[in-house]
Structure formats: structure tokens, C-alpha cells
């Protein structure tokens, strides 16, 4: 029990310095170019540290947005397929009411992909 506290305390302030790192890298090496800016000069900029950890980010992101509305949508359709299935198994003519109640939730999905797609052009 000892250990896992000695362990979960490293695990927070490991996870602390990274977040610092994190957010004050790009900070640190953020150079925008104005008109006058070459283009080698944006190729440099785009290779620095900075640039890819904001896409680094970016990437992340999009990802949390797919993995959060796939994850919200399948909660959404276990409920409903539940139900649906009670309510067809009693009356079957409601099937079409409980069809569209299951493809309800799969908009959820498409806005987070939407999101993702808005969120990778940025990069």
C-alpha cells in the first residue's frame, strides 16, 4: 500500500512537469513571421520544437474528440437497443419509431469527426 502511494505521488508530479513542459515549450520557442518572412524561413519555424508540439496537440485532440463521441454514442445506443428491444418484442410494429431513436445518437459521432477533420486542418 506504501509503494503505491510512493508510486502514484511520482506518477502526479511526473505528470505536473510534463504539463509545464508542455505548455510553456512553445511559448519558449514561438517565432510568427510577419509578410516578410522567407521561405526558408518558414521551413525553420516549421521544424522547430514549437510547431510540433502544437501539432502534436492538434493531433491529440482530434483524436480525443472521435474517441469521446464514439464512446458517448455507444453509451447512448445500449440504453436505447435495451429498450428498443423490450418495446419490439411487445409490439413489433414500433420498429420504425425505434430505429430512428438507434440512429439518433450516431449524429453524435459525425460532430466529432467533424471536429476532428476541423481541428487536423489546422495543422
Known amino acids: 500500500m506504501v509503494i503505491v502511494r510512493r508510486y502514484s505521488k511520482l506518477m502526479i508530479a511526473l505528470l505536473a512537469l510534463v504539463a509545464i513542459a508542455a505548455t510553456l515549450a512553445p511559448v519558449a520557442h514561438a517565432a510568427?513571421?510577419?509578410?516578410?518572412?522567407?521561405?526558408?524561413?518558414?521551413?525553420?519555424?516549421?521544424?522547430?520544437?514549437?510547431?510540433g508540439l502544437r501539432a502534436m496537440g492538434i493531433a491529440i485532440g482530434a483524436g480525443i474528440a472521435i474517441a469521446g463521441a464514439g464512446l458517448a454514442t455507444g453509451r447512448a445506443q445500449a440504453g436505447v437497443g435495451a429498450g428498443g428491444t423490450g418495446a419490439l418484442a411487445e409490439k413489433p410494429e414500433l420498429f420504425g419509431n425505434v430505429l430512428i431513436?438507434?440512429?439518433?445518437?450516431?449524429?453524435?459521432?459525425?460532430?466529432?469527426f467533424v471536429i476532428a477533420i476541423m481541428l487536423v486542418q489546422a495543422i
Open 32 to 51: 510568427e513571421g510577419g509578410e516578410g518572412t522567407t521561405a526558408v524561413e518558414k521551413d525553420r519555424q516549421q521544424s522547430s520544437v514549437g510547431y
Open 101 to 112: 431513436l438507434f440512429a439518433i445518437p450516431e449524429t453524435i459521432v459525425v460532430f466529432g
